[in-house]
């Protein structure tokens, strides 16, 4: 389990940096266009960012994955065939999508102190970002459960992450 918690950390710090870092360059683009002689800010790390990150996933995306790729590879084992298959990426979108992305949210608005905004970042941003997930975690959950050993799955999937948070950041800015 600390194995599990110490590699979604870590790699959940390394993917919020990299969007850091993409939002960084994408600003500066924009700051480059608009004033062409003006100097560009140096990068400074957002470490309340950083901390909410490696926070989530060391107390709970770590702990979850480390439960949940163990049982659904139990309940669903690959001798299973194409069905096992098929329900191991339908539940990793329809359970555990749901099961990371309202809590993310709840614990970055609670280390925020702004756990009054909960419920209308729930109504607002939960279906949008689940559909946007499942654009790129069902092709990476297949990979995952079609060639990944177990040992490796927790590794393959924090370190979609990475990419994961590299699209978003791309996206929203």
Not at 116 to 134: E, R, S, V, Y
């Amino acid at each position: 389990m600390l194995k599990s918690m110490i590699t979604t950390a870590s790699l959940g710090m390394t993917g919020d940096v990299v969007a850091q870092v993409l939002r960084h360059r994408s600003k500066s683009e924009v700051l480059k266009k608009q004033h062409p002689v003006a100097p560009l800010p140096g990068f400074l790390l957002d470490t309340q960012s950083f901390f909410k990150m490696a926070t989530f996933g060391f107390f709970y995306y770590g702990p979850l994955q480390g439960v949940w790729y163990p049982y659904i590879n139990n309940v669903f084992p690959a001798a299973g065939g194409l069905a096992s298959f098929a329900w191991k990426v339908f539940l990793n979108q329809a359970v555990l999508g749901p099961l990371v992305v309202g809590p993310v949210f709840a614990w970055t608005l609670c280390l925020e102190g702004r756990m009054d905004l909960f419920k209308g970042k729930l109504q607002h941003n939960m279906l949008p970002t689940l559909q946007a997930g499942w654009k790129f975690w069902i092709p990476a959950a297949s990979i995952n459960f079609w060639l990944i050993p177990l040992n490796y799955q927790i590794l393959y999937m924090s370190s979609c992450g990475i990419v994961w948070n590299a699209i978003l950041s791309a996206a929203s800015a």
